[in-house]
């Protein structure tokens, strides 16, 4: 295997990250991004891994607890905690954006 990542694929992973990075970040990655590619990859190199195995951190044992029906909150109480707000409304940033043709 090669020994580091293109810059064109680090700086593709920082876009979908949505992180700028420096140019000694950059290179820094090249390799240390390599190298965790290399020790998840060794995963399917694992005799009798299957997809048929389930690996849960619970087990059936496991309790959970009733759902019950509490008190509403007042949309003021609410509203104290969130960062951004106008009117009633929770304010969030744009996830998707809007596209052109629709």
């Known amino acids: 295997m090669k020994e580091k990542l293109t810059r064109e694929q680090i ?3 920082a876009d979908l ?3 700028k990075l420096t140019e000694e970040e950059i290179e820094k990655y090249q390799v240390q ?3 965790l590619l290399e020790d998840v990859e060794k995963i399917n190199e694992v005799k ?3 997809d048929d195995i389930l690996i849960a951190c619970w087990d059936e044992n496991t ?3 009733k759902d019950e029906e509490g ?3 007042e949309p003021k109480e609410v509203l104290e905690n969130a960062p951004r707000h106008a009117g009633n409304y929770i304010e969030v940033p744009v996830v998707i954006a809007e596209s052109e043709g629709a």
Do not use: N, S
């Open 11 to 13: 700086l593709h992973v």
């Open 17 to 19: 990250a949505r992180i």
């Open 33 to 35: 991004l390599k190298k």
């Open 48 to 50: 009798g891994y299957d």
């Open 63 to 65: 309790h959970l607890r």
């Open 71 to 73: 008190q509403m909150l």
